[in-house]
């Protein structure tokens, strides 16, 4: 991580200041964007909220108040600290910054070297710990991914069998037409073409969910899917496990008539639900029944995604560290201990919280709660409104 590549929005109408700020802070190699009316902050914002690790705000400005700017900051942008600006310091106005979540307030006249710099310094001290961290995250959830990816060839290497073989036996049939009759009628040569481009279609779309899911997640942008999608896809990444330990998959979307769309980060949604899939499958490994239950449903203003096992539960001592870094119940050398961590991160970046019950000898029931807010288009709220109820 570098300073150089850190942001500073400057929403000031003093010009002196605004020049003196902009000299101190371009000599730190800090990337500062001035601008001096609410109306040019709010364009600003809208556009590049995202970009922003550090909001300097005055609070009396040409077109208006500067708190009127804080609501709609924290809208955009919850991460980046402000800094608040003013010449009437009072505790009316402390008060009030601190409940907006301001991180600190200045009173003019000010030194920009003795007081605004320390907190500046302070301020992006915590924004660089905060980028860190991400990018660690982000990098152990992209070795995650390819771990998986490994566990996946053989699967891959079956699904790819199967329509290439069909390629190659409608090649034959071709050669054969062409060998016997010497020609072959466009009603024959559409229904050869029409399994040869079926069978190449299957083949694209698998290498092209393997190619998605691979990449790195830091470029991805929040999007509409349905929830079916996700859950089939992370299904198929753990096709394998399913398969070689025999266990029943029980999947009550096709009784749902209307699908349900939610705004999301594909990947990292998928690299959850991948997850909590595999861990279930894990808990089965010596069961005699091996029941996997995924269930959806909407119920007062909240989206449930439910993952249950019949597995051998989570002891209390266990359950009170599950969700910790680097906490792990596996064997040494069969995991780091970040999978739930990660999920759990991932969940709460949209806006959700990760439940879990579990009883001994009974099973676990992970459940992802997410408000209805990133819902495009849902059903009607279930009748029952227990996520213990999913499984």
């Given at each position: 991580?570098?300073?150089?590549?850190?942001?500073?929005?400057?929403?000031?109408?003093?010009?002196?200041?605004?020049?003196?700020?902009?000299?101190?802070?371009?000599?730190?190699?800090?990337?500062?964007?001035?601008?001096?009316?609410?109306?040019?902050?709010?364009?600003?914002?809208?556009?590049?909220?995202?970009?922003?690790?550090?909001?300097?705000?005055?609070?009396?400005?040409?077109?208006?108040?500067?708190?009127?700017?804080?609501?709609?900051?924290?809208?955009?942008?919850?991460?980046?600290?402000?800094?608040?600006?003013?010449?009437?310091?009072?505790?009316?106005?402390?008060?009030?910054?601190?409940?907006?979540?301001?991180?600190?307030?200045?009173?003019?006249?000010?030194?920009?070297?003795?007081?605004?710099?320390?907190?500046?310094?302070?301020?992006?001290?915590?924004?660089?710990?905060?980028?860190?961290?991400?990018?660690l995250s982000e990098q152990m959830?992209?070795?995650?991914?390819?771990?998986?990816?490994?566990?996946?060839?053989?699967?891959?290497?079956?699904?790819?069998?199967?329509?290439?073989?069909?390629?190659?036996?409608?090649?034959?049939?071709?050669?054969?037409?062409?060998?016997?009759?010497?020609?072959?009628?466009?009603?024959?040569?559409?229904?050869?073409?029409?399994?040869?481009?079926?069978?190449?279609?299957?083949?694209?779309?698998?290498?092209?969910?393997?190619?998605?899911?691979?990449?790195?997640?830091?470029?991805?942008?929040?999007?509409?899917?349905?929830?079916?999608?996700?859950?089939?896809?992370?299904?198929?990444?753990?096709?394998?496990?399913?398969?070689?330990?025999?266990?029943?998959?029980?999947?009550?979307?096709?009784?749902?008539?209307?699908?349900?769309?939610?705004?999301?980060?594909?990947?990292?949604?998928?690299?959850?639900?991948?997850?909590?899939?595999?861990?279930?499958?894990?808990?089965?490994?010596?069961?005699?029944?091996?029941d996997l239950s995924i269930k959806?449903?909407?119920?007062?203003?909240?989206?449930?995604?439910?993952?249950?096992?019949?597995?051998?539960?989570?002891?209390?001592?266990?359950?009170?560290?599950?969700?910790?870094?680097?906490?792990?119940?596996?064997?040494?050398?069969?995991?780091?201990?970040?999978?739930?961590?990660?999920?759990?991160?991932?969940?709460?970046?949209?806006?959700?919280?990760?439940?879990?019950?579990?009883?001994?000898?009974?099973?676990?029931?992970?459940?992802?709660?997410?408000?209805?807010?990133?819902?495009?288009?849902?059903?009607?709220?279930?009748?029952?409104?227990?996520?213990?109820?999913?499984?």
């Amino acid at each position: 991580m570098d300073e150089a590549k850190l942001n500073i929005l400057v929403v000031e109408d003093d010009e002196y200041i605004s020049k003196v700020i902009n000299k101190e802070f371009s000599a730190l190699n800090y990337e500062t964007h001035i601008l001096s009316t609410l109306a040019d902050a709010r364009n600003y914002i809208t556009d590049k909220a995202e970009l922003i690790d550090l909001f300097l705000l005055d609070l009396k400005l040409p077109d208006g108040d500067g708190f009127s700017l804080l609501n709609f900051i924290k809208e955009k942008n919850q991460e980046a600290p402000i800094i608040i600006m003013t010449g009437h310091l009072s505790n009316k106005i402390v008060n009030r910054a601190i409940r907006h979540g301001c991180y600190n307030f200045l009173e003019k006249p000010f030194s920009v070297q003795k007081d605004i710099l320390p907190i500046v310094r302070r301020s992006l001290s915590s924004v660089l710990l905060k980028k860190e961290n991400h990018y660690l995250s982000e990098q152990m959830l992209h070795t995650s991914k390819l771990t998986a990816l490994g566990e996946l060839s053989a699967t891959v290497v079956h699904d790819i069998r199967g329509p290439l073989g069909i390629i190659q036996l409608t090649c034959e049939d071709l050669k054969d037409d062409f060998s016997q009759k010497n020609s072959i009628t466009k009603d024959e040569l559409d229904e050869h073409i029409n399994q040869i481009n079926k069978a190449c279609g299957k083949i694209k779309k698998l290498v092209d969910h393997l190619r998605n899911y691979s990449r790195n997640d830091h470029s991805e942008k929040e999007e509409y899917i349905e929830i079916n999608s996700l859950i089939e896809n992370s299904l198929f990444m753990v096709k394998q496990k399913i398969r070689n330990l025999g266990i029943n998959v029980i999947n009550d979307l096709e009784n749902h008539p209307n699908k349900i769309i939610i705004k999301c980060f594909p990947n990292k949604f998928e690299q959850v639900l991948m997850n909590l899939m595999s861990n279930a499958c894990d808990a089965m490994k010596d069961q005699a029944k091996k029941d996997l239950s995924i269930k959806v449903f909407i119920n007062q203003g909240y989206l449930y995604i439910s993952i249950s096992d019949t597995g051998t539960g989570i002891p209390e001592d266990i359950k009170i560290k599950i969700f910790d870094s680097f906490f792990t119940t596996k064997p040494k050398g069969e995991g780091t201990g970040l999978g739930l961590s990660i999920v759990k991160n991932i969940v709460v970046e949209h806006g959700g919280e990760l439940l879990l019950e579990t009883e001994l000898g009974v099973g676990s029931i992970f459940t992802i709660k997410i408000p209805t807010s990133k819902i495009l288009r849902g059903e009607n709220d279930d009748k029952d409104p227990s996520p213990s109820k999913a499984a």
